[in-house]
């Protein structure tokens, strides 16, 4: 989870600092939904993150999204 958690932050920060943060989020909601389903522990919170993922919609609610996971 932590994995997932990181490479979400990371994408958000990339894609922010260049100047797209909407884009940011958009990559970094499909970086968790992509990675949650990558491992065995983690799969079964997958479904969920798609259906909250339609819930961000700017940088607070990202990070409540993305550190909400346990």
């Known amino acids: ?3 997932c958690k ?3 932050h990371s994408e958000y920060r ?3 600092d260049k ?10 909601i499909a970086s968790m939904v992509s990675d949650l389903g990558k491992h ?4 079964s919170s997958q479904e969920m993150a798609v259906m909250l993922g339609t819930t ?10 993305i550190d909400g996971f346990n």
């Not at 961000?56 to 999204?65: H, M, Q």
């Open 19 to 28: 100047g797209d943060a909407a884009g940011g989020r958009s990559a970094a």
């Open 14 to 16: 990339y894609l922010k």
């Open 56 to 65: 961000v919609k700017d940088e607070a609610t990202l990070f409540s999204y």
């Open 1 to 3: 989870m932590k994995w």
């Open 6 to 8: 990181e490479r979400a």
């Open 40 to 43: 065995p522990e983690t799969r």
